[in-house]
């Protein structure tokens, strides 16, 4: 799936819905819409054991914690698709070389899971359980600082770059075509923990995404970091769909598209996942910090308390910064941070985000027949601070390690730094550090205050 998310991002862009602010749920009458809703009952039940998770749905709530068994258990059919070794060979691996990919492949950072002899994210088909494939759960499943499980977290330690060049080393020592192209091997060593690409595998630079926090979906409606998906099932469909299901059309597709009754439990299990309870902090600093974020006007892009209101704010190539209504051309404020994604976009001399005319058709049929709701971007979207604390490192590239060098000056920010033992040089294209100026001119007192106050989010 490497690479797919850009395309789609960048695909969905192609849909000018002419007002900026309105998602439009795309529709036409010379597509069809999906089937309707199987008979019986509206949930496939899976009979796979849950993840002692902090904030597992309770077995009671069924229609959720169905959706959770799909986002842990279910690659959606496409382990047939072969972009992995089979579970045998994977198996063997671990028996073979056990300093290398530690229990359970632990030294790429993938997390054990109590159920299984695969970790959490790495799953056997259900259609057939001698292939396996990524799940949902992967990168977005991790640990708190408390060793507690929690659904939604980014996978911040996983290296999915290093493992994927590792097994396709191992897969082609033992006399088999290679899994990858010499240039995603490349790309997939700048990755790190954490991150993933967002642009297409021929492209010729790598554009790291960080893994985002996905607390409480269904309360916001600017997905992805550049906002254009407009709700959480449009989102989770296009993940589905970078699996390579459904791909590249209906009537070509190897892996039929999930029908909703395994989709839609899923959805909304994605829209409910609680963020982690804040670390308690010093009342008083609380208050102080509440009210520099008022009086550094940050709720104006935030929006706490109202996480539906956040929007996308527009990218400024100038490297100008701007809070919202300021300047009349900018009624969303502007942002500078790296500019990378936006280049996979919005093109530049080296060309945009590489996606060929074909793609580009098949995705829009896909997003017709499924009525995904969908909206233009010109910048980057707010981030939601929901559970902010425990999501290290920050902005859409990963590129600032902490809270703390997040509201130093861009210049004062590390220049490199260590994650999980892979070294961040943020003077490497992708990885820039800059941008996200506000808050930046506090004294430390205050720089103190403002960091107890979003760590109780
Ligand atoms: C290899 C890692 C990986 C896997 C596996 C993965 N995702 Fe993601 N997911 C990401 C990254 C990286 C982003 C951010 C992409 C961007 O904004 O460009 C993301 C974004 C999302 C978002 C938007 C969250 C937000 O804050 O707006 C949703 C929803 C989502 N993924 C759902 C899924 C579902 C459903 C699956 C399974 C079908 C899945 N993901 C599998 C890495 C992954
Ligand atoms: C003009 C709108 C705007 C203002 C004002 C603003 N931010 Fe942001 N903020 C953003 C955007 C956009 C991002 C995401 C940028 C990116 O990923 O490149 C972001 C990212 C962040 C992040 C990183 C979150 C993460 O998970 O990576 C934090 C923390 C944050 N802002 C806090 C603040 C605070 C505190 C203030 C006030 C001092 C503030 N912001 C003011 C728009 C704004």
Redesign the pocket.
Known sequence: ?NGR??IL?SLVLILACGDDDDATTATDASVDAAPAVDAGPYWEPLDRPPLPAGNAPDATDEERYQGMLR?LWDP?DTEVLDQWPPAEFMLQLLEDEPEVFGEQFSEFGFIPDPNDDLPI?LKRGLMDDTRIH???A???VARLPSGELWLGLP?TELD?GAFRVAINERWVAAGNDPLMTDLQIAKAQQLGPG??N?ESSSYEQVVP??????FG?GD?D?????GT?AD?RT??YF??F??GAGDPNDAEALVPFPPTSRTGP?VAF?ESIAPPPPTPQEPGTVAMGEAIFERERCNECHHVDEPGEIGIVTYDYEGVERFPGDDPEFPNGSIATSRW?RVLIDGDESGGGAVGDEGRANLIQFIIRNRLAVRMSDGY?AL?LRGVWATAPYL?NGSVPTLEALFLPPAERPASFERSGFTIDTSVAGNGNGGHDFGTGLSEDERSALIAYLRTL
């Open positions: 799936m998310t850009a991002t986002f959606w994210g990524e799940t949902c992967m990168c977005h996978a999915i991150r993933q967002a995404a960080d893994f985002p926090p996905y979906l916001r600017a997905m992805n970091y550049l998906g959480a989102e989770g993940a589905i970078a699996f899923m994605l994604h979207r939601d859409h």
